[in-house]
């Protein structure tokens, strides 16, 4: 048998194509290198077979509508392609390289009309469009983050504090305008060009940082106009069945992600979302959903001990983890869905870390778990004593609605469904039994006693959040979110001991975030990580002014639901925050670079046309979901100037990739003068075509992948 | 054995030469006869094998584990009148639907019964990772461990699968390891050959046209239908096109009859929109609008087989986690098993019409075991040792144990199932079907050697 020759995983055997319709024959060639690495080559250890290996474009030909309509020829200085008629595009293809490519490649395409096979070198003419250059679609990998960093010195108004907070200057932060976008992409879902610019005149990354981390003092005016009120159907008979409610009421996160002003919080409350992944798939209620969505965000930035404890009580965690009705008895024990999760996924991890999130190991060189199987079961029995109720308070005919909007921990935690079990010592702490004495109620607190819910709860979860290991698991997770996916030992040990110092402070995660945001290391991270489907989608909104569709003030079934389009597009790249895969969320840590498959790539190139689809320079008269809003583009006369031209296509590329690469520049600019000089239709339709071309191009580009 | 109408399941509308079709012909025929071709079914979340296979009560020895299942799950355990009444109890031995006493497959698993009656199920019997392998009852690691064929935390990520294939290689033309889940699993992580990732819900993703037009004077469909052809067949381009040959579209209606929902109006969107005479099943087993995921994505392997793929190795779960069964067990847990009992019988079914199922075998694997006992949720927790099955007919049907049941015991004092056959044995023995050299993947000979604490799995295939 003989060895597999080498093929890319993104399987990006052709380049997206240059228009040859109005070619008879088209004159190729090309310079450039590609280099190319395989998926797991970004990672810490570097697998063997990793190494880079080079492609070069070895053939093309021309298709239509999809379809080849000539044959392969073999690219060369000067290999001339007959065109058949109708065809429309000329596809290229690049030889077999072992992964995803990086580099650039430069591909110049001559389309000349003469009668016959001209010969080579020999005149030949031109048609007007002339030379097209085209650069090839690589893939940006993950590229590890240097174990040290130099930075510039800061800016003079990198300190100038905005907000009651003083500002710690830090050096080396917002030294650029890229840096400002790379910040608030990282810490929010990026934003208009506009808004980038004026941080970076007031302040660059720490002004916006403490300006977002005081949430509270931004009024977030506007937001009830962009996100859909929850739907109210209180004396509706009509039973409408929970499939139809749900993407009204799931919708909402997309459009708060794209609409509030709370950007970091938003951004911190999805990383929650996703580090205490919930799937709807065993959530019976959209509203329990819902509830779980807005207790994530009202602790996100808070206390790590609050947050957990309140994600421990959450309907729609009681049912996805299994702790909904879990007393157990001696015959059959409580089940250890979520007494096991809550220590591997939710705080502890799996094996125990050092300060700087490396593995503590034994003699052998293995990892330490950080709990045995006994640990298992007294958590599990701890963490007992919940029923909330289904269908039973339901108000009316709308499925789960009441129930959750009024959940109340206490009154959901009933001492008969508690386990009694002994709680033997766990990691070297016990729970008193007075202190599950106190939790002895139901609904009501006794006189003198706290009513903040079941109290062993509270205290095993105290425990759990406590552990030296969770500091260590909980920076790195972040900084893996946030910054970079294989953090350097150094740069984790500092947050580390940030979430250890403050484990009590009731914005402990303010202050973690904080000093992520401002470390020196902090600004390394550009470019380090791969969007996700939803940053990539709520990005590219926000950066092209999409948040402009108001909603309706009752929402119903049926309704086109604002912003559902790139919501929708999301899901379709399997990124549904609603339904994660599994315990394990989307991405586990580290392997973000799974998204860069062909079947990823397809998706986000089908997204690109979408979005493309819905951008407009001028007020748009037709309903649609979503609108992104570039009418300052429009041209001012009848015909738009190459000035006008220019302008709006850097406008984009400003928006969606921090300007982009030259080559990405020049395409995108030279399609766009092609196209409103070659239209027949009228200026402004022209030019919104051309626009729209555009997004899709800059969309489809590795450059917006990159994060 | 192939029927151009088959291959072209789905497809709409697409012409190609005479002559490209013989040279597919050829290469489907060329991967039938040489490759043997696995296919993982994944029960993500890890299946509980003991309400799987259930002990009943034909002897003594089974009769003392029954006794002890019935005590420690008592709110869950099968009753003997449930398989009476389905008729899936069954001997070590393969015999008719009818026949046995010894064991139960689960009441819903009546479809596999039958095929094991056929002597065409291997059921491999207390299946796990060893003791003291750290956390090998996390879903974490214990799904790495199964990916991985290793047992230590420093494992390359890297499968199996990938590893084997590494050293046989797939053929050319086109990924030899083909995801049906919309990303790469670890087990088919590789050296050498990327695998190819084909999206999960396929049942809703349609290629539209795209709004934008004149993007660089094409259609979004045009390019990313390009994209979509280039994606699935790059390699194929390169050699059974052969760069110069201009066959392009033959390679395009490949993609398309491998993959049609990408490029909308196939057979997997709902309706019917193929060409009439195409029958619905062709492409989706049993023709009805009943949308399994499992059948969904088994049809692509068939078609993919069919069309003359030369992948060796396909993975495929049901959704990620559903096999996590820490409550309210038998219902999930029935459901899940009857759709895989079900899929897997109708796809080797399928396979055998076109005599192409000589050479394709469905194995299981999982996280972990569940526990001995029910939990109070009236379900199972995370556990250690399993029941996995290979089906299809290069198998040699039978139970296979180093004991008549996995030993119940230790559950009476919280304690947990003996492995009884290393997990890297039955990894080993489809390692080695693939024509594969087990040491290179595992890293130990002593896998190899299927007579050892693995008994009775050299004959697994045969």
Redesign the interface.
């Known amino acids: 048998m003989s060895d597999v020759p080498a093929r890319s995983v993104l399987g990006a055997g052709y380049d997206a194509g240059i228009d040859v319709s109005t070619a008879r024959y088209v004159r190729i060639s090309a310079s450039g290198t590609l280099t190319a690495k395989y998926g797991a080559c970004g990672r810490s250890y570097v697998p063997s077979g990793c190494g880079a290996s080079q492609g070069a474009l070895v053939a093309a030909f021309a298709t239509s509508n999809g379809r080849p309509l000539s044959g392969v020829t073999k690219v060369g200085e000067f290999a001339v392609l007959p065109v058949p008629g109708g065809a429309t595009r000329l596809l290229l293809k690049v030889n077999g390289v072992t992964g995803h490519e990086v580099g650039s490649y430069h591909v110049v395409a001559d389309a000349v009309n003469a009668a016959t096979v001209p010969t080579l070198g020999s005149a030949e003419q031109h048609t007007g469009g002339g030379v097209q250059r085209v650069h090839f679609m690589g893939r940006v990998g993950g590229v590890p983050m240097p174990a040290s960093v130099s930075v510039a010195p800061a800016e003079a108004n990198a300190s100038r504090a905005l907000g009651s907070r003083p500002i710690v200057p830090v050096s080396g932060t917002a030294p650029t305008r890229s840096d400002v976008q790379y910040a608030m992409r990282r810490f929010g879902f990026g934003d208009s060009p506009e808004q980038v610019s004026y941080w970076y005149r007031h302040g660059g990354v720490p002004a916006w940082i403490t300006f977002q981390l005081a949430y509270n003092a931004i009024p977030d005016t506007g937001l009830a106009n962009y996100v859909d009120p929850m739907p109210v159907l209180t004396g509706n008979a009509t039973i409408y069945p929970d499939d139809d409610v749900q993407p009204i009421v799931e919708t909402r996160l997309f459009q708060q992600q794209v609409a509030t002003q709370r950007q970091l919080l938003e951004k911190v409350t999805l990383h929650w979302l996703e580090h205490f992944a919930v799937s709807k798939y065993l959530v019976g209620s959209n509203f329990d959903m819902e509830h779980y969505v807005e207790t994530v965000r009202a602790d996100a930035l808070g206390n790590f001990a609050k947050l957990v404890s309140d994600v421990a009580k959450e309907p729609a965690m009681l049912e996805w983890l299994d702790n909904n009705y879990n007393s157990g008895n001696a015959t059959n024990p409580p089940n250890q869905n979520f007494g096991r999760e809550v220590m591997q996924l939710y705080t502890i991890g799996l094996t125990q870390l050092n300060a700087d999130g490396t593995p503590v190991l034994d003699a052998t060189g293995t990892p330490v778990p950080t709990y045995s199987q006994n640990d298992v079961v007294t958590s599990s029995e701890a963490l007992t004593g919940f029923e909330i109720h289904g269908s039973s308070t339901q108000v009316g005919s709308y499925p789960g609605l009441v129930d959750s909007v009024t959940f109340n921990p206490a009154s959901h935690y009933n001492p008969a469904m508690h386990n009694n079990a002994p709680l033997p010592t766990i990691f070297g702490q016990t729970i008193a039994d007075s202190t599950r004495a106190q939790c002895a109620w139901n609904g009501t607190a006794p006189a003198g006693q706290a009513a903040s819910g079941p109290c062993v709860v509270d205290a095993f979860v105290q425990i759990l959040a406590m552990q030296p290991t969770t500091c260590a698991f909980e920076a790195k997770e972040m900084l893996q979110r946030f910054v970079n996916e294989n953090p350097s030992p150094a740069y984790v040990n500092r947050i580390s001991s940030v979430w250890c110092s403050n484990v009590n402070a009731s914005n402990q995660i303010a202050l973690v975030v904080n000093a992520i945001a401002t470390d020196p290391e902090f600004l390394a991270g550009k470019y380090t990580m791969v969007k996700e489907p939803i940053e990539y989608e709520v990005d590219a909104v926000r950066a092209l002014r999409g948040a402009k569709n108001a909603v309706s003030a009752n929402p119903i079934v049926g309704q086109t639901i604002p912003l559902s389009g790139p919501f929708n597009d999301s899901k379709s790249m399997q990124q549904e925050v609603w339904y994660p895969p599994s315990v394990f969320s989307f991405y586990y840590p580290g392997h973000k670079e799974d998204l860069l498959n062909n079947y990823e790539i397809l998706s986000r190139w089908q997204s690109a046309a979408n979005l493309g689809a819905d951008v407009v320079i001028q007020p748009r008269t037709t309903q649609a979901d979503t609108t992104l809003d570039l009418t300052g583009l429009a041209p001012a006369g009848t015909i738009a100037t190459p000035a006008e031209v220019r302008s709006a296509v850097d406008y984009v590329l400003d928006a969606l990739v921090d300007g982009g690469t030259p080559e990405l520049r020049a395409i995108a600019t030279n399609y766009m003068l092609n196209f409103t000089n070659n239209s027949s239709t009228t200026a402004n339709n022209s030019f919104q075509q051309g626009l729209r071309g555009v997004v899709w191009l800059v969309m489809s580009s590795p450059e917006d992948e990159a994060n | 054995m192939f029927s151009r109408r088959k291959f072209l399941c789905g497809a709409t509308a697409v012409s190609f030469s005479a002559g490209t079709f013989v040279r597919l012909l050829a290469r489907a025929a060329e991967a039938a006869t040489t490759n043997t071709i696995v296919v993982v079914y994944d029960m ?2 890890g299946n509980d094998g003991f309400n799987t296979i259930v002990p009943l009560t034909g002897s003594p020895a089974i009769a003392k584990q029954n006794a002890l299942y019935n005590q420690l799950r ?2 869950i355990a099968i009753p003997i009148s449930a398989i009476e009444s389905a008729q899936t109890y069954f001997d070590a031995t393969p015999s008719a639907v009818g026949m046995g006493g010894t064991y139960g497959f689960n009441p819903s698993m009546t479809s596999l019964r039958a095929m094991y009656a056929q002597g065409k199920v291997a059921v491999v019997s207390g299946v796990g990772v060893p003791a003291n392998v ?2 090998r ?5 214990g799904s790495f461990y199964w990916a991985t064929g290793a047992i ?3 494992s ?3 499968g199996w699968a990938g590893l084997a ?6 053929g ?1 033309g086109f ?2 390891l083909v995801a049906l889940n ?3 699993p670890t087990v088919l ?13 396929i049942g ?2 349609t ?2 046209t ?23 067949s ?2 194929y ?2 050699t059974v ?1 052969n ?4 066959d ?2 033959a390679l ?1 209606a490949y993609a398309r009859a491998v993959n049609p929902d ?1 490029l909308g109006g196939g057979p997997f969107t709902g309706g019917d929109p193929v060409t009439p005479s195409f029958a619905p099943y062709q492409c989706n087993f049993d023709g009805t609008s009943t949308y399994s995921i499992t059948k969904t994505k088994l049809a692509q392997v068939a078609r993919l087989i069919l069309g003359g793929a030369p992948t060796r190795a396909y993975y495929l779960n049901h ?3 559903y096999f ?1 069964t ?2 309210a067990q038998i219902s999930r847990q029935g459901n899940l098993l009857q759709e895989f009992s079900e899929s897997v019988t109708e796809f080797v079914s399928y396979l055998r019409q076109y005599n192409a199922s000589h050479n394709v075998v469905v194995m299981t694997v999982g996280d972990f075991g569940r526990t001995l ?7 199972t ?2 556990g250690t040792s399993t029941y996995h099955f290979l089906v299809g007919d290069p198998v040699k049907g039978g139970l296979y144990t180093t004991n008549v049941y996995p030993d119940f015991s230790p559950g009476t004092s ?1 304690g ?1 199932a003996a492995i009884d056959i290393d997990f890297r044995y039955y990894l080993s023995a489809v390692i080695q079907y693939l ?1 594969a050299d087990p040491e290179l993947v595992l890293g130990s000979s002593s896998f190899s050697n299927l007579t050892g604490a693995g008994a009775g799995l050299t004959s697994l295939f045969g």
């Open positions: 993500n979340g008592s709110n750290p956390n009852s996390s879903h974490q690691q230590d935390y420093s390359p990520d890297l294939i590494d050293q046989v290689g797939g050319s990924s030899p919309g990303g790469i992580r590789s050296r050498k050959a990327p695998p190819l990732a084909i999206g999960g819900d809703s993703f290629l539209n795209g709004p934008v037009s004149n993007v660089t004077g094409s259609t979004a469909l045009e390019a990313n239908d390009a994209y979509a052809t280039a994606s699935l790059a390699e381009a390169r096109g760069e110069t040959t201009g392009i579209g395009q990408r959704n990620p986690g996590d820490h409550s006992w029910s939990n109070g949720s009236a379900g927790d995370h919280g947990y024509g």
